[in-house]
C-alpha cells in the first residue's frame, strides 16, 4: 500500500470511531421520538391551515345563503302588506304561486343551513384534535430534547477528542485525496475508502473496467465507477 493511501486509511479508521458515536446517537430513543414529534407538529400545523381555509369556504357559503334569505324575505314583505281582497282571481293565483316559491327557497335555505352548521362543526372538532394533537408533540418534543441535548453534552467530549485528533491528521495527508475523500463523505457513506477484494471493489462489489485497474496500479487508487467510493489496493 502507497503511504499516502496508507494515512488515508488510518485517518478513516480514527473517523469510524467518529461515526459509530454518531450512529448511536441517531438512533437513541430520544432522538427518534424528538424527529417524530417534530413530524407530527408540523403535519398538525398543515392540518389546521387546511381547516382555516375550510373554514373560510364556509363562511362564504354561508354568506351566499343569508343573501338567498334576505331576498326572500323581502318578497314575503311585499305580500304580506297586499290587501288580498282587493285582488282579482287571476292576480290571487299568481301570488299563491310566488308564495309557493318562496316557502321552496325557505325550504332549501334551512337544509343549507343545516348542512352548512354540520359542516362548520366538522371543521371546528378537527381543528380542535389538531390542536391538541400539536400540544402533545410540543410537549414530548420538549421532553425528548431535554434528554436527548443531555446525551449530546455526554458525548462531546469523546468526539472533540476524535475531531482533533483527525484534524491533526489532515494536515498529513495528500490534499487531493483528502478533498476526494471528503466529497465521499458529504454524501453520507461511510466508508469512504474501500480495498480491492479478489478484483472487486470493497464495497459493492463491481468488477473496475481494465483501464481502472490500470490507474489503480499507477497512483494506488481509483474511484468506483459505480459507488463512487475510492479502491485501493492493499
Ligand atoms: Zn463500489
Known amino acids: 500500500m502507497q503511504a ?20 448511536a446517537l441517531e438512533a437513541n430513543p430520544n432522538k427518534v421520538t424528538l424527529n417524530k414529534m417534530a413530524e407530527v407538529f408540523n403535519s398538525s400545523l398543515k392540518l389546521a391551515e387546511s381547516l382555516e381555509r375550510d373554514a373560510e369556504k364556509a363562511v362564504s357559503e354561508f354568506e351566499k345563503v343569508k343573501k338567498s334569505y334576505n331576498l326572500n324575505y323581502e318578497k314575503a314583505q311585499k305580500f304580506a302588506s297586499l290587501d288580498l281582497e282587493k285582488l282579482s282571481d ?20 334551512e337544509k343549507n343551513l343545516l348542512s352548512l352548521n354540520k359542516g362548520v362543526d366538522a371543521i371546528l372538532d378537527k381543528f380542535d384534535k389538531a390542536k391538541k394533537n400539536a400540544v402533545i408533540a410540543r410537549t414530548n418534543y420538549g421532553k425528548a430534547k431535554e434528554n436527548f441535548d443531555k446525551i449530546v453534552a455526554n458525548s462531546s467530549a469523546a468526539r472533540n ?58 497512483q494506488g487508487f481509483v474511484e468506483c465507477e459505480n459507488c463512487h467510493r475510492i479502491i485501493y489496493s492493499e
Open 90 to 109: 287571476e292576480q290571487l293565483n299568481k301570488v299563491n304561486l310566488e308564495l309557493e316559491g318562496i316557502v321552496t327557497n325557505l325550504d332549501t335555505i
Open 161 to 218: 477528542k476524535i475531531v482533533a485528533e483527525l484534524k491533526k491528521l489532515e494536515a498529513t495527508i495528500n490534499p487531493s485525496l483528502l478533498n476526494k475523500y471528503k466529497a465521499i463523505r458529504e454524501g453520507k457513506l461511510f466508508p469512504a475508502l474501500v480495498p480491492l477484494q479478489s478484483g472487486l471493489c470493497g464495497a459493492c462489489r463491481m468488477k473496475p473496467p481494465i483501464f481502472a485497474m490500470t490507474k489503480l496500479n499507477n
Open 4 to 23: 499516502e493511501i496508507s494515512k488515508m486509511v488510518k485517518y478513516q479508521a480514527v473517523e469510524a470511531e467518529l461515526v459509530k458515536i454518531d450512529k
